[in-house]
């Protein structure tokens, strides 16, 4: 399910490798709850239409003077193993808000099923706390699941409200169509563009005398030294993977060299011109489909790829045997086995074509709701906002201060060695809520070499023009789509997600002749290819007529 108006794609600040949760559900925090009501009606769609009970507290802490119990549907990426109950954050955070949260973990490859059963239901947590799409022109406005926000912002949530001020740009993409704030926003400011890099073992350019690819065909010749030769030193000259990837990095990478910047999402971008074109039917396209059937025909790439997962891709880079790879950072990203042997790689050009990769914007996604069902809006508002202040945010992150983070000389909050990893045993990490805009971020953090790094990485690359002009981003952060344009949408990107990626698989197996290229467009056209650019070229016309 795609959000409508602003279908942001949560950009979690990456302040470490957090290793993860399990899909199970849970209670965190203590196990007692109270019945003090707060006076606001359960499915009131007005969340300051009643005054809180007396029990309620609108400053200081704790929150509640008696026990209250929220329960929250919350995201977990499928790789994390969090220790969901009885998780040390929110015994913390309870014992200062007097607010016990029932946490309901819905792993990521669950979630748009779960999410649906649960509104199919009727029954409703208070608080969805979700790092995947929020559709709150549909719950929000339609069916007015999700409460309007913007009375008890202003009265409760001092910390977000002030954030937000340092620069309402960000938010703007929150507002739905009835001109109401639906969602939470969530952001990290780091400046960074773009998601996994391109990397190669300058220690087997070295050993083989090899100067860095700057073209396409450059990088192919490399990959077949790699492969012929015994790159790696260990006397073994077949062991040797000139190009470790999984399926989805690497027809991106691929398509990149050929100036196509395929997000593998959408499977639209915008030209330079504010056109929107469907990138499979691209000249270009076919040129990376037969360019990335010749190298796995040679065994330059991973003959694996169609199915191997990231965990084993690493292994197999930790274990030395790869020369060029997809990477979201070389620091703190679990291949330090061999990190000092890889420097970044600007993509490189196939011949006649200007590389260009996907990029992010910078812009807050949608984080957080409140539904209907909520008996404590006010109380839930207050709840959300103590964890935004800079204390409680670092917790949330990294876990105790002192064990994992701490302030130093300057009073910037700064990790300790190792503070990122071991973050995982007590505090949710990037599942969750955290809105660090530039002003504030860079005030109050010290930030890590990692973090570092991957900023100096984005400004190579910004230099080197690989960036789109027009990110796909509009479509999921700026741009208003309405109830009826998402679900013409949805519909045809199913067909179309399914047609493109078969389409992949097979070339990369049996190569592109003439007859399977004319095949493949044709499918794609009685798939409404055409009306789906349509759609999206009227969505962003709209956008920018107004922006």
């Not at 984005?458 to 796909?472: L, T």
């Amino acid at each position: 399910m795609k959000k409508t108006i602003s279908g942001l794609a949560a950009l979690a600040i990456i302040l470490g490798s957090l290793a993860g949760c399990s899909g199970s559900s849970g209670s965190s925090g203590s196990s007692g709850s109270g019945a003090a009501p707060s006076g606001s009606d359960a499915g009131s769609s007005s969340a300051s239409a009643t005054e809180p009970s007396s029990n309620f507290n609108k400053e200081g802490m704790p929150i509640v003077n008696e026990k209250v119990e929220l329960s929250v549907f919350q995201y977990c990426r499928d790789a994390d193993e969090i220790p969901w109950d009885n998780l040390w954050y929110y015994q913390n955070l309870e014992e200062q808000t007097n607010v016990h949260v029932k946490l309901d973990v819905v792993i990521d490859s669950d979630w748009d099923t779960k999410l649906n059963l649960m509104f199919a239901s009727g029954e409703y947590n208070d608080i969805i706390m979700s790092k995947k799409t929020v559709d709150y022109e549909e719950h929000g406005v339609n069916q007015g699941i999700y409460i309007p926000l913007d009375d008890l912002i202003d009265q409760y949530m001092p910390t977000y409200k002030e954030r937000v001020a340092q620069d309402p740009s960000l938010v703007r993409g929150l507002i739905a169509s009835d001109g109401k704030t639906y969602t939470l926003g969530g952001i990290g400011a780091a400046n960074i563009h773009c998601g996994n890099m391109d990397f190669i073992n300058r220690t087997w350019l070295n050993n083989l005398n090899l100067e860095k690819p700057k073209t396409l065909d450059e990088l192919t010749e490399v990959l077949r030294a790699f492969k012929a030769q015994d790159a790696n030193g260990n006397g073994d000259p077949n062991d040797e993977i000139p190009f470790e990837t999984t399926f989805d990095d690497f027809y991106k990478m691929s398509l990149s060299f050929f100036g196509i910047p395929e997000n593998g999402n959408l499977w639209v971008s915008i030209d330079d011109d504010a056109k929107v074109r469907l990138n499979a039917n691209m000249d270009a396209y076919r040129k990376a489909l037969e360019w990335m059937h010749m190298i796995y025909s040679e065994g330059l790439v991973e003959q694996e790829v169609l199915t191997i997962d990231g965990n084993a891709s690493s292994d197999k880079i930790k274990s030395g045997l790869a020369g060029f790879m997809p990477r979201w950072r070389l620091l703190n990203h679990s291949i330090d086995e061999v990190k000092d042997d890889f420097e970044l790689l600007i993509p490189v050009n196939a011949e006649g074509y200007q590389a260009k990769i996907p990029t992010t914007m910078e812009v807050a996604s949608p984080v957080v709701t409140i539904t209907n069902q909520c008996k404590y809006p006010e109380i839930a508002a207050r709840w959300l906002d103590k964890q935004l202040e800079t204390q409680t945010a670092f917790e949330m992150y990294y876990g105790p201060e002192n064990v994992t983070w701490f302030y130093n000389e300057n009073g910037k909050v700064e990790l300790k060695d190792g503070g990122d990893r071991e973050s995982v045993k007590y505090c949710p990490g990037v599942n969750t809520q955290f809105y660090g805009n530039a002003e504030w971020y860079f005030s109050v953090f010290e930030v890590p070499d990692f973090r570092l790094e991957k900023a100096a990485y984005d400004d190579q690359y910004e230099e080197a023009g690989v960036f789109e002009k027009y990110s796909y981003e509009y479509f999921t952060k700026l741009v208003t789509i309405s109830t009826e344009e998402n679900s013409q949408l949805n519909l045809i990107k199913t067909d179309l997600t399914s047609l493109i990626k078969e389409n992949i698989s097979n070339a990369i197996l049996n190569g592109v002749t003439d007859a399977s290229w004319e095949t493949f467009q044709n499918n794609l056209k009685n798939a409404q290819s055409e009306k789906y650019v349509e759609l999206y070229q009227t969505i962003l016309d709209r956008y920018l007529a107004n922006a």
